[in-house]
């Protein structure tokens, strides 16, 4: 009887086994296996390849370029049992690599320990960027060994190195997008800008995503792939630089603190845009270091401000023809409208000197351009009236952004009434008008928009957009689309008042006794205007040294503007500067060391 029982709870027990088999492996099978499955694949975001950026001529700014990589891969080199087991044959590896390379090792046990508990089925990379010696030697004696590999990932590279460096900007890894983060399970990101055109225009520039689906066994080590989506290019960029231009703006600068733009008068084209001093974008991919960007930011000389259109200076005498337009479209004055200067001009008590103290004496228009003489223009302004200047400023650009396709630019700031009153509690008086009307007092502009001024006065008044990027090629199509140039403003500048400007700032270069005269080139008929402004405490002898200049004079095709910090003046300082521009522009004569 004990033997039946027995035999029966036996055979019961065996009937609730096979039954609870069946369920699992038959009536619930499909289930558990869509959840092995689940579990066992791993989802990996790709980046997609950066679009490249282009001057003017086709010549590549900035593209994507092949980094070799050395990569361990670890599902080659796992042992039994607890990991460092697995750790410890990693460090082993990575030391004898670092024999063969002659390179000293770049990863830490840390480092390792924290990818296998975060990117495992991943492989690790253990040396970046290795150069054609190190290859040469893995592949003498490395080719063979178990668990490493070459492995090549894109990286951006910019082939002129430190050459406009404040347009292009600079890239860096970005930050896992929302979505895009629970998706996958492992994050490569792609590179986002962080400033320039790389930042401006980084939705164009941005790739698509591609993806790939990985088998990885309990462990978490990689098993085999399973499913692959390539990711996409992003659009490529045509700027309207040019890159020798932009090299001849670097040159002219020099070693100087400062900033050059020259514009195309007949569209707004930016054909070089210069800040100095600068920054070499390379030094940003990957990643830039702590120690360097500390150096960077730390820097008193600013190389990562991009001086050109967030630079706020004193304009000084680059302003006066703008007082001379207001004048003559105003009707406040004429060509032949003259002034006597014997150095200095009395308003009220307050004695206001011209640069020139003994006196230019009588002068007209032409010829107070011509000499720069601040009387003159002292009597100019109060005749005109600082509203009529004030809005021949306004209607030429200055005291708001131009609008270039670049972040940070500034408007500077042209002072009115309400603005005085609103900052200092006192209304404007005829001695503000003085300062004003030289380029003096609170009036800030950047070089941009003085670019944009002298461009206008070349061009007979169209106020233009500067025009940045001329073109975008879209994924898959041969073809660039153009932008089309932007008008913002069009003056209409009578033929008497433009011709008095700009024959006095022909005379301002051509002329023996022009201000500007060491910007002379043989051969090249230039127009332009020096300036010199004050800054810093007062007596400190801080100056920045400016000049405006257009040529050829009769069929302008290039619009400058050049500040020069710290500068004796813009005649002595600035004007051979201008000089040694034009010179490697037209390729005349040769182009001597300032």
């Given at each position: 009887?004990?033997?039946?029982?027995v035999?029966?709870?036996m055979?019961?027990?065996?009937?609730?086994?096979?039954?609870?088999?069946?369920?699992?492996?038959?009536?619930?099978g499909?289930?558990?296996?869509?959840?092995?499955?689940?579990?066992?694949?791993?989802?990996?975001?790709l980046?997609?390849?950066?679009?490249r950026?282009?001057?003017?001529?086709g010549?590549?700014?900035?593209d994507?370029?092949?980094?070799?990589?050395l990569?361990?891969?670890?599902?080659?080199?796992r042992?039994p049992?607890p990991?460092?087991?697995t750790?410890?044959?990693?460090?082993?590896?990575?030391?004898?690599?670092?024999?063969?390379?002659?390179l000293?090792?770049?990863?830490?046990?840390?480092?390792?320990?924290?990818?296998?508990?975060?990117?495992?089925?991943?492989?690790?990379?253990?040396?970046?960027?290795?150069?054609?010696?190190?290859?040469?030697r893995?592949?003498?004696?490395?080719?063979?060994?178990?668990?490493?590999?070459?492995?090549?990932?894109?990286t951006?590279?910019?082939?002129?190195?430190?050459?406009a460096?404040?347009?292009?900007?600079?890239?860096?890894?970005a930050?896992?997008?929302?979505?895009?983060?629970?998706?996958?399970?492992?994050?490569?990101?792609?590179?986002?800008g962080?400033?320039?055109?790389e930042?401006?225009?980084?939705?164009?520039?941005?790739?698509?995503?591609?993806?790939?689906?990985?088998?990885?066994?309990?462990a978490?080590?990689?098993?085999?792939?399973?499913?692959?989506?390539?990711?996409?290019?992003?659009?490529?960029?045509?700027?309207?630089?040019?890159?020798?231009?932009?090299?001849?703006?670097?040159?002219?600068?020099?070693?100087?603190?400062?900033?050059?733009v020259?514009?195309?008068?007949?569209?707004g084209?930016?054909?070089?845009?210069?800040?100095?001093?600068?920054?070499?974008?390379?030094?940003?991919?990957?990643?830039?270091?702590?120690?360097?960007?500390?150096?960077?930011?730390?820097?008193p000389?600013?190389?990562?401000?991009?001086?050109?259109?967030?630079?706020?200076?004193?304009?000084?005498?680059?302003?006066?023809?703008?007082?001379?337009?207001?004048?003559l479209?105003n009707?406040?004055?004429?060509?032949?409208?003259?002034f006597?200067?014997?150095?200095?001009?009395?308003?009220?008590?307050?004695?206001?000197?011209?640069?020139?103290?003994?006196?230019?004496?009588?002068?007209d228009?032409?010829g107070?351009?011509?000499?720069?003489?601040?009387?003159?223009?002292?009597?100019?302004?109060?005749?005109?009236?600082?509203?009529?200047?004030?809005?021949?400023a306004?209607a030429?650009?200055l005291?708001?952004?131009?609008?270039?396709?670049?972040?940070?630019?500034?408007?500077?700031?042209?002072?009115?009434?309400?603005?005085?009153?609103?900052?200092?509690?006192d209304?404007?008086?005829?001695?503000?008008?003085?300062?004003?009307?030289i380029?003096?007092?609170?009036?800030?502009?950047?070089?941009?928009?003085?670019?944009?001024?002298?461009?206008?006065?070349?061009?007979?008044?169209?106020?233009?957009?500067?025009?940045?990027?001329?073109?975008?090629?879209?994924?898959g199509?041969?073809?660039?689309?153009?932008?089309?140039p932007?008008?913002?403003n069009?003056?209409?500048?009578s033929?008497?008042?433009?011709?008095?400007?700009?024959?006095?700032?022909?005379?301002?270069?051509?002329?023996?006794?022009?201000?500007?005269?060491?910007?002379r080139?043989?051969?090249?008929?230039?127009?332009?205007?020096?300036?010199?402004a004050?800054?810093?405490?007062?007596?400190?002898?801080?100056?920045?040294?400016?000049?405006?200049?257009?040529?050829?004079y009769?069929?302008?095709?290039?619009?400058?503007?050049?500040?020069?910090?710290?500068?004796?003046?813009?005649?002595?300082?600035?004007?051979?500067r201008?000089?040694?521009?034009?010179?490697?522009i037209?390729?005349?004569?040769?182009a001597?060391?300032?």
């Amino acid at each position: 009887m004990r033997i039946r029982l027995v035999l029966g709870a036996m055979l019961a027990c065996f009937l609730l086994l096979v039954g609870a088999l069946w369920r699992i492996q038959v009536a619930r099978g499909q289930e558990y296996q869509k959840n092995l499955v689940r579990q066992s694949v791993r989802r990996i975001r790709l980046p997609g390849m950066r679009g490249r950026i282009f001057d003017r001529q086709g010549r590549i700014l900035a593209d994507d370029a092949p980094s070799y990589c050395l990569a361990i891969y670890l599902e080659e080199l796992r042992r039994p049992g607890p990991w460092n087991k697995t750790v410890d044959r990693v460090m082993e590896l990575i030391e004898k690599l670092s024999g063969i390379l002659e390179l000293p090792p770049q990863l830490s046990r840390r480092d390792v320990e924290r990818h296998i508990h975060r990117r495992l089925p991943l492989p690790l990379i253990a040396w970046r960027n290795l150069d054609e010696r190190a290859m040469a030697r893995w592949a003498e004696r490395g080719l063979f060994i178990p668990g490493a590999d070459i492995y090549t990932e894109a990286t951006r590279r910019y082939p002129y190195g430190r050459s406009a460096c404040h347009v292009l900007g600079y890239v860096g890894r970005a930050s896992p997008a929302g979505d895009d983060s629970g998706y996958y399970h492992y994050y490569l990101p792609e590179m986002e800008g962080r400033a320039g055109v790389e930042k401006h225009f980084d939705e164009l520039l941005r790739g698509s995503a591609g993806g790939r689906l990985v088998r990885v066994d309990v462990a978490g080590f990689r098993h085999d792939d399973l499913g692959f989506r390539a990711p996409q290019a992003g659009a490529d960029l045509k700027l309207a630089l040019d890159v020798e231009i932009q090299q001849a703006a670097e040159a002219a600068l020099g070693e100087s603190d400062g900033a050059v733009v020259i514009l195309d008068p007949r569209n707004g084209d930016v054909l070089a845009l210069a800040s100095s001093p600068g920054f070499d974008p390379n030094g940003f991919v990957p990643a830039i270091s702590s120690a360097d960007w500390a150096k960077l930011i730390g820097n008193p000389h600013k190389p990562l401000m991009n001086r050109a259109l967030a630079g706020r200076y004193a304009p000084g005498s680059t302003f006066k023809p703008v007082v001379a337009l207001a004048a003559l479209e105003n009707e406040r004055a004429s060509p032949s409208t003259r002034f006597n200067c014997p150095g200095y001009f009395m308003v009220g008590k307050h004695r206001f000197l011209c640069w020139y103290t003994r006196g230019h004496g009588m002068l007209d228009m032409r010829g107070a351009l011509e000499h720069s003489c601040n009387v003159y223009f002292y009597q100019l302004g109060l005749k005109c009236g600082y509203p009529a200047m004030y809005h021949m400023a306004a209607a030429l650009g200055l005291g708001r952004r131009t609008g270039i396709a670049l972040d940070y630019e500034r408007a500077g700031l042209l002072p009115d009434d309400a603005w005085k009153r609103r900052v200092y509690g006192d209304a404007w008086r005829d001695g503000d008008t003085c300062n004003a009307s030289i380029g003096q007092g609170p009036i800030l502009v950047t070089p941009l928009q003085m670019a944009v001024v002298v461009a206008a006065i070349a061009n007979g008044g169209r106020v233009y957009r500067p025009r940045l990027l001329l073109g975008v090629r879209k994924p898959g199509s041969k073809t660039f689309e153009t932008v089309a140039p932007e008008v913002v403003n069009d003056l209409h500048f009578s033929r008497r008042a433009l011709s008095v400007v700009r024959e006095g700032m022909y005379a301002v270069v051509m002329s023996a006794t022009g201000t500007g005269r060491r910007a002379r080139v043989p051969g090249l008929e230039i127009a332009g205007k020096t300036g010199t402004a004050e800054y810093g405490r007062k007596g400190s002898g801080l100056k920045y040294g400016w000049m405006i200049a257009y040529a050829p004079y009769r069929n302008p095709r290039y619009a400058v503007a050049m500040v020069i910090e710290r500068a004796q003046s813009g005649g002595a300082t600035t004007a051979p500067r201008i000089a040694l521009l034009f010179k490697r522009i037209f390729g005349l004569g040769g182009a001597d060391d300032v």
